[in-house]
């Protein structure tokens, strides 16, 4: 199908609103952008995101919040950036994309992850946007540090930073393969010098989980890193028990680490 024959398609408020969000460049838009620029009573206003859905002109984000496909698109519409999707829901900043969706942007791996995770304060769900899926991961208060912005069609995305990321990966390790590889993945980058590291100490630190603090003490002792940088790090798991760095209890005791360590974590 081509282009005229699409515009042919659309009635003419239709294709009035098409024109003119094209012309604007508009990626996403509101129910009350439709309203304001086109001033619409609400029951038209309905008619014509209707209409406009059915020729995928329009596809829901969330109620009342679409990404606008202009007629170059095709008729199938057109996909979106997926990290512009977080915004939508947390206008007031309260998240980051975060985990696999971070590992392939910072080079940790060249596998790429189809889902986008959304690491926020208020929910946890599920669902596929715009073909998208996504998952809404609810985190504490406590682990929304760390973080950096990416420019995404003049508009701040706030992301996890590398080094937090690299803490981050030995957390939530599966997508690599588990906490082995990700342990390697995590030395690899430290040993070529490939992050700061004050940060990831200082976000070490930060982090809840106290076996991830283990882990990375332990990752960055064995690259080599000096005991100074490494103080604030020992002294966030001096007073705790105990713990196993792998599936049993067998090893050699670190004990300025509080950690049980088998030989293939060396």
Do not use: H
């Not at 094209?22 to 990626?27: A, G, H, P």
């Not at 969706?101 to 769900?125: A, D, H, P, V």
């Not at 596929?128 to 003049?154: D, Q, T």
Request: proline content about 6%; charged content about 25%; hydrophobic content about 40%.
């Amino acid at each position: 199908m081509t282009q005229k024959n699409t515009l042919k398609e659309l009635g003419p408020i239709e294709a009035n609103i098409v024109g003119r969000l094209t012309y604007e460049k508009k990626t996403i838009v509101t129910s009350k952008d439709l309203e304001n620029l086109f001033n619409l009573s609400p029951e038209d206003r309905w008619q014509v995101v209707f209409r406009l859905k059915k020729k995928n002109r329009l596809t829901p984000i969330k109620p009342g919040v679409y990404v606008f496909s202009p007629l170059e698109a095709g008729p199938t519409g057109r996909g979106m950036n997926p990290f512009l999707i977080p915004p939508v829901f947390f206008p007031r900043g309260n998240y980051y994309i975060g985990y696999s969706s971070m590992f392939n942007y910072y080079g940790f791996t060249e596998q790429l992850f189809q889902t986008l995770y959304i690491l926020n304060t208020s929910i946890s769900k599920e669902k596929i946007i715009c073909r998208v899926p996504c998952r809404f991961v609810k985190i504490s208060e406590s682990r929304m540090y760390g973080l950096g912005a990416v420019k995404i069609e003049g508009q701040d995305i706030f992301v996890s930073s590398k080094e937090k990321t690299m803490i981050d990966l030995l957390y939530f390790n599966k997508p690599v393969g588990g906490i082995q590889p990700a342990a390697e993945i995590f030395s690899g980058i430290v040993k070529r010098k490939k992050c700061d590291i004050k940060k990831l100490v200082e976000y070490a630190v930060k982090f809840p989980n106290v076996t991830v603090r283990k882990w990375a003490g332990v990752l960055l002792e064995n690259a080599g890193i000096a005991g100074a940088l490494l103080k604030p790090l020992a002294g966030s798991v001096e007073n705790t028990a105990i713990s196993s760095l792998g599936k049993s209890r067998k090893g050699r005791l670190n004990k300025k680490w509080k950690a049980i360590i088998n030989d293939s974590q060396k």
